[in-house]
């Protein structure tokens, strides 16, 4: 059922295989909605969603996580470690392929954030196709330090994280009453302020960026902020907080094939428990 709620999807690279657990969920119970918007790993899942690929957001990177054309440390001083652009390419007879027809074909709207790198400001990319498309995934999950700048549309942009992390005040503005987010942190997880090293950092490798980099130190506390903005409304009533029901322990760009795999189960067995409840939300 396509029910006129927003759907918002937090990023955290491979921890977003708890996100890719609880879509398929939504999908095995064939709840759908109107807006479905996402940050980094959760915009990769919420396009998945939207083209209903149930498991080719998990099957990537269980199956193919090893192999050097996705992910390589090699390419570190490259600033390439993970290869957005294999996930858009033909891998052969195991590979799902995104189904760009299906995208254009659902009644939901999609919406990938990403972060102008020029104005240090958000960016939104709603219902791209095409290399429009590609180009918001891409900038919306490149990670600053291990990432160029991906041009898009409207400039050169980075992950959406890190002026945006959770945008339920997207689907505010959007118009939603109805808004279901989805975290990769636990209820209890809040950001502890940038030390002085990453400090030095922004302000060394984005020097001709400042807005940029004033906006990636400022993230924790941003972070923080609307952690506890989405507690107070959760506690009213107005939004639907799922987020993991222990501290994910699994690494940004993880190897263990193990843990991968069973974040996303958790992800889908905690789905599992909170659809009856999430369905009395959408509905009443």
Not at 6 to 21: H, I, P, S
Not at 151 to 156: A, C, Y
Not at 209 to 219: M, N, T, W
Request: charged letters at 25%; glycine letters at 8%; a positive charge.
């Amino acid at each position: 059922m396509l029910y006129n709620a927003a759907l918002v999807l937090e990023g955290g690279a491979f921890r977003g295989q708890y996100t890719a657990g609880i879509v398929d969920t939504f999908l095995a119970h064939h709840i759908e909605f109107r807006s479905v918007m996402g940050v980094s790993a959760g915009s990769l899942c919420g396009v998945n969603f939207v083209s209903k690929q149930y498991g080719r957001a998990a099957n990537i990177n269980i199956n193919h996580r090893h192999d050097r054309q996705y992910i390589s440390m090699a390419r570190v001083f490259k600033k390439q470690i993970i290869n957005l652009d294999y996930l858009f390419e033909d891998h052969g007879y195991s590979w799902q392929n995104f189904n760009e027809a299906a995208y254009r074909r659902s009644a939901s709207h999609f919406t990938a954030v990403a972060t102008s790198v020029k104005t240090g400001k958000t960016v939104l990319f709603t219902d791209p196709v095409g290399e429009e498309l590609t180009n918001a995934l891409k900038a919306s999950s490149s990670m600053p330090f291990l990432s160029d700048p991906q041009e898009t549309s409207q400039g050169p942009c980075l992950d959406g994280g890190i002026t945006d992390s959770i945008p339920f005040d997207i689907a505010q503005q959007q118009g939603y009453d109805k808004i279901v987010v989805v975290r990769t942190r636990d209820v209890n997880y809040r950001k502890k302020p940038s030390s002085s090293a990453v400090k030095k950092l922004y302000n060394m490798v984005y020097k001709d960026y400042p807005e940029f980099a004033k906006a990636g130190i400022d993230r924790p506390l941003l972070y923080n902020q609307q952690i506890a903005e989405i507690n107070r409304l959760a506690r009213e009533g107005r939004i639907f907080n799922i987020a993991p029901s222990k501290p994910i322990k699994i690494k940004r760009i993880e190897g263990n094939i193990k843990k991968i795999r069973a974040l996303y189960e958790t992800g889908r067995k905690e789905g599992e428990k909170i659809v009856p409840t999430l369905v009395d939300y959408l509905t009443n």
